[in-house]
């Protein structure tokens, strides 16, 4: 596994890349040998934009680099409907994707399903295929660190529902919108999820 893995703390980010892709890497810091927690804490309590990691070994940097976090699975989906629209949700200020925490024994993709129903009351959707996972972290109680990874599927939805935002989640809106006005969103949204836009609209045209 040769390509790139990334990890982002809000909109910074922590990259795994093989040497001989490191080729015009500018700004940031690049580090060249294995992770350690003092690097990483280091980098999450300041205010750089990029820690880098280079080798020729980038998974297992990156298997090093998860040892040092509580991992937590979650599951989501970018919903397309018949009309080529994507499905949004706004919540806590941004815009995202309906998604959620795995329950106990529960498949990534029954929860992706799961979380689309319950966060924007439509029922009628299928998955037609996985999309990249991503990765996110962020402080837990107690000074723990929380590295999540969350499954995305590609979903369709094949009934002309008006989503309803669940509200007890915090959810102000769910709502459609044309990939080609998504400029908004991608402004005001968290690093995972423009990466993810960007890589559906890039395999979309």
Known sequence: ?????????????????????SSGISKGTTIHRKPEWADIIAFL????????????????????FLTFFELLEAAGGLVVNGKGQWLFIFRNGRWDLPKGVLEKNEFPQEAAIREVREECGISAIHVISGLPATYHIYSGQNDKWILKKTSWFLMRHHKDETPVPQHSEGIETAEWRSPGDLEDIK?????????????????AQ
């Open 187 to 203: 402004k005001n949204t968290y690093g995972n999820i423009r990466g993810l836009l960007d890589f559906c609209l890039k395999t």
């Open 1 to 21: 596994m040769n390509k790139e893995i990334s990890v982002f703390f809000d909109k910074r980010l922590i990259q795994f890349i093989h040497g001989c892709e």
């Open 45 to 64: 309590r300041s205010t750089d934009e990029r820690l880098t990691y280079i080798s020729d070994h980038p998974e297992r940097f990156f298997r090093i």
